[in-house]
């Protein structure tokens, strides 16, 4: 990966305790998965910032080599992966989502 590009996305994950990459808005999710995700963090009340994938194609294929995951959307909490939609819906169904944000 292009060091450039890294620390593009290195700088958008550490930009808050939570961050979100996502296809679409937090007000108008473009897919399904990232629409649940978003909906999870909200009913939590968990503040988090998102970036919309598809608003820059560089970023969107880069975030997927950063992290090893194919997939969008990426959660991060104080800089660390996450994953995607299922790991946190799973995470906020056994109550462990919550704790990560306050804790890690």
Same mark, same amino acid.
């Given at each position: 990966?292009?060091? %450039?590009? %890294?620390?593009?996305?290195?700088?958008?994950?550490? @930009?808050?305790?939570?961050?979100?990459?996502? $296809?679409?808005? @937090? !007000? *108008?999710?473009?897919?399904?998965?990232?629409?649940? =995700? =978003?909906?999870?963090? %909200?009913?939590?009340?968990?503040?988090? $910032?998102?970036?919309?994938?598809? @608003?820059? !194609?560089?970023?969107? *294929?880069?975030? %997927?080599?950063?992290?090893?995951?194919?997939?969008?959307?990426?959660?991060?909490?104080?800089?660390?992966?996450?994953?995607?939609?299922?790991? =946190?819906? !799973?995470?906020?169904? !056994?109550?462990?989502? $919550?704790?990560?944000?306050?804790?890690?």
């Amino acid at each position: 990966m292009e060091e %450039k590009l %890294k620390n593009r996305i290195v700088e958008l994950i550490n @930009s808050s305790r939570v961050f979100l990459f996502m $296809k679409g808005t @937090s !007000e *108008q999710p473009q897919c399904g998965f990232s629409a649940r =995700v =978003v909906a999870v963090l %909200k009913n939590l009340e968990i503040e988090f $910032k998102f970036f919309d994938v598809y @608003s820059d !194609e560089e970023i969107r *294929q880069g975030i %997927k080599e950063y992290a090893d995951w194919p997939t969008i959307p990426q959660l991060y909490i104080n800089g660390k992966f996450i994953g995607g939609c299922d790991i =946190v819906v !799973e995470l906020a169904e !056994e109550g462990e989502l $919550k704790k990560m944000v306050n804790f890690i």
